[in-house]
């Protein structure tokens, strides 16, 4: 990659906060510190806000009860789930109003990162952050890679580091730094915070000339094709998704992909589609990280999102977890920064699991992780899924997943899985075990990898 120099050592811009990151996590952010008269400022290495999704979008309607999503991003509702263990039959499952939504990503983000320009902040694309140190006034001196002829003000030095072309290192100051970068997070690796260490590798294709149900997911479990995890083919506005995650280097997503066209013959026929996007992403499984906050000589620093591990491990759902917490954590700022109100920052983290019952969401999701880590072949995977072939089996997981609320997840979720235990105890509590013994039989399979 070439490199420039911009010789001007113009004086730092000043901010109260500087964002990495505009996505789900940093524009919920930026939008709600804006409001809350911090002067913020988000930096984002890909061109444009959106510009490159890597996630498949799909929304828990308890999206809606944190950002009132406007009707024209939500592209598919969804109401009905076809699941399809390796060997035993499909399980269907739905509910009359809808639980799930496929959205526009590129437009929702856009949307978002209008809404925070609205509010006050600045969004700038291009941007991709190096590197942060604090300094003896305790400002955050904060350099980022942008291109070349982007003549906003920092001093310009020589780096070689992203965006793509000829770029020049700037500089900008702020009294906080956010890391709301995703999975492998440079802030947290720069600034000496916990990173993410286990993860599943997802990828997808949008596919053409495939008709399916509109108001349905199919997903395919088979540990082959999908180790930890599965392959969905689902409605994307009016083409198709076609996607498959697994634990990372555990097994290829191109071959799993090719081979989904035959899996889901009697879904739909894919063998004449039309690949036309292509994207692929990490998702952390290891569960909410614990020193995600600094203030200190090193830095005064808060990760956000997925870079703070916050996210569904066995699902791999961390939209709704990202906007919470940027909501949260950006009243938090503002009460630290502006207020002075020492330890609200502290106060925030401690608070953050009360919030819309995300602590309940994410350890039933680790927990959740932990058995399906501990599949380790098909006939598992049969076994698990056998659970739900009768009649409880099937409330039990219509009503986990389309009638509970993320809010009632610890309450109704454990409840459930009681009642239904207490209601056969013999058929349930024999199945339960044998499929818990296969599992722990297993070493856990899931790689932790510490590459960033
Ligand atoms: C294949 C896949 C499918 C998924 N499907 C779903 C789903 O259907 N539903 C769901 O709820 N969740 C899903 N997820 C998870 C979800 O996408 C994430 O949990 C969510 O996007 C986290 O939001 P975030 O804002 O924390 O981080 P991200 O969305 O990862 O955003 C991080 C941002 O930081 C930017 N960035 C990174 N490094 C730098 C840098 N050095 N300088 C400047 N900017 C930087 C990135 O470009 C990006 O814009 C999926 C994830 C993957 C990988």
Redesign the pocket.
Known sequence: MSSSTNPTNARSERYDVVV???????LTFASVAATRGLRVLV????ASVGG?V??????FSDVLDIVDVPQRYLMNSVRRMSIRPPNGRTIEIGAHAYRFYMADVTGMLRWMAEQAEDHGAEVRGG???VDATREADGDMRIV?GAAAGDTSSGAGVDTDTAPAGPTVRREVRARFLIG????HS?VARRLGLDQNTHFLA?A?WLVEGVEIDRETFYLLMDHQLAPGYCLWLAPHSEIAAL?V?GHQRTFKPTESLEAARTRFADVADLGAMRIVRR?????PTGGRLRHVYRDDERGRVLL????AGL?GAAT?????P?LICGRLAAHAVANEVLNGARGAVRSYLGDLGRAGGLGPYLRVEDWLRAAMDRVGSNADMDAFYALFASPAGHELLERTLFQTPILGMNSHFFRLLRGLVAHQPSLYGSALRAAWDRMLAAPRSRIATSDA
């Open positions: 990495v990151g505009a996505s789900f996590a940093g930096l984002e290495r890909d490159v890597r996630t498949t979008g799909v929304l941007a991709s952050f980022y709301a970068d995703g999975t440079s997802g997808e996607g995650a994207k692929g992403g990490v998702i956000l999102g997925d870079a996210c791999g759902g961390g939209i709704y990202a």
